[in-house]
């Protein structure tokens, strides 16, 4: 069982629409939790870092929000852009989520 | 952010060859580099860790002398894929880091390697 589960696995919404994504984690220690980008044939580039002492943090058009009680993090994408259409994928040290697959449409 | 430039992108190989893929950090000191491979739609998989001028630390299933990591100067990590077989085909990512400890730092990743063995 991975230890970072991401929901949902896809998700296709319409260019201008937000969406949240979903991370529950059950890995121990996890000094924090990153949320990444990654475009087809590309290596992830990093939107949010967080800490346990921080239970949300914005990166332009992205909020990262955690919760280290429940381990669940959220990534809450507001006007989707046709360009946001990629993985998006959390984690943290070693072990990350397999990611959910947005595509936006116009 | 801080850039970290993989070579090469993609490389087509025979079977039974050795591959050799360079990671470098542009614009910081990376005390720390680490190697991972991606299938399609799954996440990454950390293969190991090296740290500069020390030998790479290697997670568990993934064979040392198969996947050899050099860590020899602190803008450069390479890792060389040995008498490459079919399956060792993937993505390959590195990602660099600087500063200590190297969890409070960020980690930035290269663009990827598709390796693809023939």
């Known amino acids: 069982k991975n230890q970072v589960e991401q929901s949902p696995q896809s998700l296709i919404i319409l260019e201008g629409k937000n969406c949240t994504l979903q991370?529950?984690?059950?890995?121990?220690?996890?000094?924090?939790l990153r949320w990444y980008k990654q475009d087809t044939g590309r290596g992830p580039v990093s939107l949010t870092i967080?800490?346990?002492?921080?239970n949300t943090k914005s990166n332009g058009r992205y909020t990262a929000t955690l919760d280290a009680d429940t381990k669940q993090s959220s990534l809450h994408i507001t006007a989707s852009q046709l360009s946001d259409s990629a993985s998006y994928i959390c984690?943290?040290?070693?072990?990350f989520g397999d990611g959910t697959t947005l595509t936006v449409k116009p | 952010g801080a850039v970290v430039s993989q070579h090469p992108s993609r490389v087509i190989c025979k079977s039974g060859t050795s591959v050799k893929i360079e990671c470098r950090s542009l614009?910081?000191?990376?005390?720390?580099m680490f190697w991972y491979r991606q299938f399609p739609k799954q996440s990454l998989m950390l293969m190991a860790t090296?740290?500069?001028?020390?030998?790479?630390?290697?997670e568990q299933g993934v064979e040392k002398d198969k996947f050899l990591i050099n860590h020899a100067s602190l803008t450069l990590s390479t890792l060389t894929v040995t008498s490459a077989h079919p399956e060792d085909s993937s993505f390959y990512i590195c990602?660099?880091?600087?500063?200590?400890?190297?969890?409070?730092?960020?980690?930035?990743f290269g663009q990827g390697t598709r390796l693809t063995v023939v």
């Open positions: 614009d910081f000191q990376a005390t720390t």
């Open positions: 967080m800490t346990f002492s921080e």
């Open positions: 991370c529950n984690y059950t890995v121990s220690p996890f000094s924090n």
């Open positions: 090296s740290n500069e001028g020390s030998k790479a630390t290697y």
């Open positions: 984690g943290g040290k070693s072990t």
């Open positions: 990602s660099a880091k600087t500063g200590t400890p190297p969890e409070n730092t960020e980690a930035f």
